[in-house]
Every structure is written in structure tokens, then in C-alpha cells.
């Protein structure tokens, strides 16, 4: 299945996109859907730091099933204030 | 009220939001761009926002503020894009009937924010900029993209 | 900055007065005038102050905050007079480079005020009139000239 | 000696004066004063409410000596902000 992604912030400067379409196996996982982008974006976070995750505007687990359509979000560390 | 917008943040507006005759007490917060960090001149600040969940996550918090100290009268805005230093980029007016309440949910509304809603900031120097995470305790923008620490 | 007026407050004002480019964080309180007690509705309410003696406990408290929380940026504004109801007795500005020195030295400031300051406020309901004391929990209007509690 | 006192608020109403010269032995203090106050108005305070004093413009303890031209209050319990 594809999933679109939005890069916010950091992870947007570091992707060097805003958004990326990712062809993931049906029942893939946040997780599935993280290692995909460390494949595809080396550089976009060290390993020992977990990639945030928003689905459909909320923080998802890493254990969470992705479905087509759903709103997927690169969600780095959080300043506002 | 919930609000992020791009436009100058005006704080009698917001604070006369929450201003009713049976609430004795009302606390507001305004976050200001500050003009350093590390002994670095800050020219400016950037801010971006995800939209859809920011404002979600405002809502969550002004319900969490209802559960934990009964306050119903919360207004929080937030500004993004160019922001100049002195400018202010939060306001939190929390209104009560006694300053105990007030005080504690206004606090606890501006800690939310930083923890919860997805807008981030960048410091703009003269020689590059920095995107700031969880208050400073992250990145430093003499390391460029240095660790970041999981979880926020 | 303090000062006691018979003038009506003007929050926007008091709040510039401790905003500086070096303070990222300001935390206003606004003290306003219930329009009810005990199920009683008021009508106004009267402040009444021993000026020169209130004028310096207001510095002595603007003081202790510097020793207390390191904070300098400390406003005090308080009302006397004849207050209509909603209307603003006190404003309390205070600015800081981060918020949680801001937001407890302004709700110590607040619980200072009405612990030390010689200020005194009347509550004027349709058929009477009572001096309020220690926060409420002295006298009641139905009791008249009721016990007092002993230190403030 | 002659000692000044000011009535505030609640007191000035129940004293019914907001000032009152009073006539107390050299060497008097502060507790005699409230003793003569009483005296000369008992509706003031109940006997189990002790009453405040300031002296030149700071809240004074029971055993502070008065002096002529001393800036005498009687403070009632203060309800401001």
C-alpha cells in the first residue's frame, strides 16, 4: 500500500522534502514505517533517538497498524511556547 | 478560545476572553522571543506549525484543565512564521473564581503546550540557526545536528 | 514599579512595564471583584488603604522576590476607592527569563498582598455592608461585628 | 504623653472616629495602648482578637515602647487585591 508522509521542522530540513510517498506491505506498522524512512533518510535522526509519529493528528505507537488514507506525520521534538 | 495564527498576538484581547463577573482571579502568560541563547544574539524566531493536531491538542488541554482544576475559561494563542525578538508568541489567559486554580491551571496550560503540540521554532542567528527542541536541553547550534533526545 | 490609585487599571500598561528583550516569560495577575458572596449578591465593593505604610510593604515585597526568585521585573498596581463589579482591585506584572520564576514569584507577590499589605475592601450588598477579612473566612454578614482570627 | 492613633476600616467604623489623641504614661508600649483602646472602646475587638499596631508605618509587637510623635495604627485584619 502507499502511505503519503509529512516532514515538519527539522525532519523537513534534514529530509530535504516536505512530503514522500512510501510503498509499504499491507499491515505494516509505525515501526515498519520508520524504518523506511532511516532507509531512505540516513541522516534524518540518530539511531538511539525514536522518530514521533502522528496518525490521523494524533501520537501513535510504534506498534500501531498504518492503513491507506491514513494522515501519517514526522513529528521532531516539539518547541512551541 | 483556541488560536494559532500568523498575525501579532494581542493580549487584552485574549485575557478579556476568559473575564467573567463570577471569576475573582485572572492569570495570563505571554512567551516572549528571547534576544540570546548561549551567548548567541538571537536576530529573529521562526515558527511552523502542524496545524490540524496543534489545534487539537490545544482542545485536549483546555479539557485536561477542566478535569484537573474544574477551570472552564482557558484562551491560549499561539503565533507562528516571523516573529521578532520581544514579540510575543504565547498567550495563555486562564480566569477563575480564586487565584489558586487560576495560577495553578495557567502553568500547567503553558508546560502542555510545550510538551504536547506539535509546533517547533527556529533561532535565527547571524552566522545560521538552530531548530530548539524541549527547552534547550537538546541541541546546541554549535553541533549542528547533534543527538537528539528521545521522546518529549 | 508600585503605585495605589483611585484610577482605574489598565493591565496593558502595568504588564509593559517588566517586559524586557532578555525575559522570555511574563505572568500578569488580574485581582477583579466577584459579584457574589455567600449567595449574596454585591453590589460594589470600597477599598479603603493606609497609603504610606501599604506603599512600603509593596516595595518590601518586590524586595523579597528579588531574594526569593531572583526576579527584578516586578509590577504592582493596586486600586482604592469605590471598584464596580468586574472591574480590576489589583494587577501584579512579573517578567522573567523563565516561566517558573515568573509564574511563582507572581503568585507569591498576589499572596503577599493580601497577607501584609494594609489595604481593606467592603462588600456593599443590596441591604448591608461587610469588611472583608483573611480571604473570607472571618466574618459573614449575617453575624455583623463577628469574631475575628487573630494575626494576618 | 500624648500618642496619635489612626483608625482604619473596620475599625474607624466600629470606634466611630478615625483618630483619637490618647493620654498613656512615658514609657508606655504597645500593649498598653491596645489596653487603653479597649478601654475606651470596648465594642472594637473581642477580647480573643488581638489587635494589630503599627508604628511609623511597620506592624510593631506587643512589648515595642511608644514614643511621642510615634505614627500610631490600629490595623484590622487586611482583605486587599
Known amino acids: 500500500m502507499k502511505i503519503?508522509?509529512?516532514?515538519?521542522a527539522l525532519y523537513r530540513e534534514r529530509a530535504g522534502c516536505s512530503r514522500a510517498s512510501l510503498d509499504l506491505p499491507a499491515g505494516a506498522t509505525?515501526?515498519?514505517?520508520?524504518?523506511?524512512?532511516?532507509?531512505?533518510?540516513?541522516?534524518?535522526?540518530?539511531?538511539?533517538?525514536?522518530?514521533?509519529?502522528?496518525?490521523?493528528t494524533d501520537y501513535a505507537e510504534?506498534?500501531?497498524?498504518?492503513?491507506?488514507r491514513d494522515e501519517v506525520c514526522l513529528i521532531p521534538p516539539v518547541s512551541g511556547g | 478560545?483556541?488560536?494559532i495564527t500568523d498575525q501579532p498576538l494581542d493580549p487584552a484581547r485574549?485575557?478579556?476572553l476568559v473575564r467573567r463577573d463570577g471569576n475573582g482571579a485572572v492569570v495570563t502568560f505571554?512567551?516572549?522571543?528571547r534576544d540570546h541563547f548561549e551567548g548567541k544574539r538571537v536576530l529573529r524566531l521562526e515558527y511552523e506549525a502542524y496545524y490540524d493536531m496543534a489545534l487539537k491538542k490545544l482542545e485536549e488541554i483546555c479539557r485536561e484543565m477542566q478535569q484537573e482544576f474544574g477551570v472552564e475559561d482557558v484562551a491560549i494563542s499561539h503565533r507562528t512564521g516571523l516573529v521578532d525578538i520581544g514579540q510575543i508568541s504565547l498567550i495563555v489567559a486562564v480566569a477563575a473564581p480564586h487565584r489558586k486554580e487560576a495560577f495553578y491551571a495557567c502553568h500547567k496550560v503553558v508546560d502542555r503546550v510545550k510538551e504536547i503540540v506539535p509546533i517547533w521554532k527556529k533561532e535565527v542567528y547571524e552566522d545560521g540557526s538552530r531548530w530548539v527542541a524541549?527547552?534547550?536541553?537538546?541541541?546546541?547550534?554549535?553541533?549542528?545536528a547533534a543527538a537528539e533526545t528521545p521522546g518529549h
Open chain 1, 62 to 68: 510504534p506498534d500501531t497498524v498504518l492503513n491507506e
Open chain 2, 1 to 3: 478560545m483556541i488560536e
Open chain 2, 134 to 144: 524541549c527547552e534547550d536541553h537538546e541541541f546546541s547550534p554549535s553541533q549542528g
Open chain 2, 14 to 16: 485574549v485575557t478579556n
Open chain 2, 30 to 33: 505571554l512567551g516572549t522571543t
Open chain 1, 4 to 8: 503519503e508522509v509529512r516532514f515538519f
Open chain 1, 30 to 56: 509505525v515501526a515498519d514505517l520508520t524504518a523506511e524512512v532511516r532507509r531512505r533518510h540516513p541522516g534524518l535522526a540518530p539511531p538511539e533517538v525514536s522518530i514521533v509519529v502522528a496518525v490521523n
